[in-house]
């Protein structure tokens, strides 16, 4: 379904969806935990919804609901039967529950969709296989079996940070201690403290020295029977980004600005391009001010990438993104899509090895902008109508709802500067 957005500036109040990341996180912990728990999650995604989907095809304790999920005491069934995990195109939900398929020991297939199966596992997987378990991708299809034994786990920190997630996840269920040990350089380590935030919401014990772990196996999970899960970050980049071109600014909420959502580097980078922030509770204004070009390093803050060059094409001056080769193996190759997306608006950008070379200028043509059917794509195509002269043609809206639901109803809320 094409979308059409109205070019120009836009100001006003925004309430973003619950942390996507965050979410996923406390519905492993809440699946594995005894009783019933509740998380308020405002605006279900597509990839939250796959996680809680998974989580109740293995632990049949799952309901959804209208910005809640409730979750029950976990039945740990020994049938053989094998349990079809649809995972659709989250590449979270898979890498952070293929371990866990295998620690409680389940034949199970994750049903995948789109660009998914191309998504690099190869690391985890080789990992798992050492340690028991059997792993079978034919086609869109990854078939799982065997049961992972405890010991000595070690895994490259410089390729997903999801996978050193997910065997923190999956190592205090098996039935002895196991250690893990991340090799080389670590990419996006606040995701990483979000798993052990997580884990220890839930009462997970685990010993930590740098990033070499101790995790006693049969661990007890107790997580709180009532939780809100925060703000999205990644998700309020779009908004902070058009607040960034706004002489009235944009106000998004609800945001903590102590939480370890990695993204929320992007307000210390709007502010060194001269953006004007002003912070009110978990209310977070961002204004236009003198604006500058910058480089930035987007080792740790990937998602945010693509609204950030969308902004970028409006600085005047060479803008320059970097380390930022991971995006390769998004959704689409976000390197490739947001050049060619901007690009086929009027912005002047090329691709590097490991980022994107912005010239920006004060106002861009405008019309279609292909999304690749990336979600991250398409927000950054609503960023770049703000300083378009003609009206933004997304050719696939849909694609949002694997992150953002209400994407389009919310910018369509915000007052337009004519």
């Known amino acids: 379904m094409n979308k059409t957005i109205l070019h120009g500036e836009r100001f006003g109040k925004v309430s973003i969806p ?19 728990n509740r998380l308020k999650i405002n605006g279900i995604s597509d990839d939250i919804r796959a996680t809680a989907l998974c989580l109740d095809a293995l632990f049949h304790n799952v ?39 295998g620690a409680i020991g389940k034949n ?8 998914l199966p191309e998504r690099p596992i190869s690391e985890l997987e080789l990992v798992l296989k050492k340690h028991g378990m059997k792993i079978e991708k034919r086609g869109d299809k ?24 997910a065997l923190l996840f999956a190592l205090p269920v098996l039935n002895g201690e196991s250690t893990l040990e991340v090799t080389g350089s670590v990419q996006s380590k606040d995701y990483i403290t979000l798993t052990e935030n997580a884990l220890k919401k839930a009462g997970v014990k685990i010993e930590k020295n740098g990033f070499f772990y101790k995790i006693k196996g049969d661990s007890e999970f107790s997580f709180p029977k009532s939780l809100t899960v925060e703000g999205d970050w990644s998700a309020a980049s779009a908004f902070l980004c058009m607040g960034a071109v706004s002489k009235g600014g944009i106000t998004v909420s609800p945001l903590d600005v102590l939480s370890t959502q990695g993204d929320k580097e992007l307000l210390e980078i709007l502010k060194k391009i001269g953006a004007t922030v002003s912070i009110d509770g978990e209310n977070v204004t961002v204004k236009r001010g003198k ?7 987007a080792s740790n803050i990937p998602d945010v990438v693509p609204c950030l060059s969308a902004l970028l094409a409006a600085v005047k001056g ?28 009027g912005a002047q950008i090329k691709e590097t090895d490991d980022g994107l070379i912005i010239n920006g200028c004060d106002t861009i043509a405008g019309g279609n902008a292909p999304t690749f059917d990336d979600h991250r794509i398409a927000m950054a195509a609503a960023v770049a109508s703000s300083f378009c002269e003609n009206d933004v043609i997304v050719d696939n809206g849909l694609c949002v709802n694997k992150s953002y639901v209400n994407f389009f109803a919310d ?8």
């Open 18 to 36: 619950a942390s996507k990341s965050v979410a996923h996180r406390y519905l492993i912990c809440a699946a594995l935990t005894s009783g019933e």
């Open 142 to 165: 990854l078939f799982c079996g065997g049961k992972l034994t405890c010991g000595e786990y070690k895994i490259p920190g410089d390729v997903s940070s999801q996978y050193i997630s």
């Open 411 to 418: 910018l369509e809320r915000l007052e337009m500067c004519r």
């Open 63 to 101: 309901s959804i609901k209208e910005n809640e999920i409730i979750v029950s005491s976990p039945d740990f069934r020994t049938d053989t039967a094998t349990a079809e995990l649809p995972c659709g195109e989250s590449g979270t939900t898979l890498r952070l529950l293929l371990p866990l398929v």
């Open 318 to 345: 060479e803008s320059r993104i970097i380390n930022a080769e991971r995006l390769k193996f998004k959704e689409s190759n976000r390197l490739l899509s947001t050049s060619k997306m901007l690009s086929s608006l």
């Open 108 to 115: 199970a297939v994750f049903l995948m969709k789109g660009r």
């Open 291 to 297: 604006l500058t070009p910058v480089v930035v390093d």
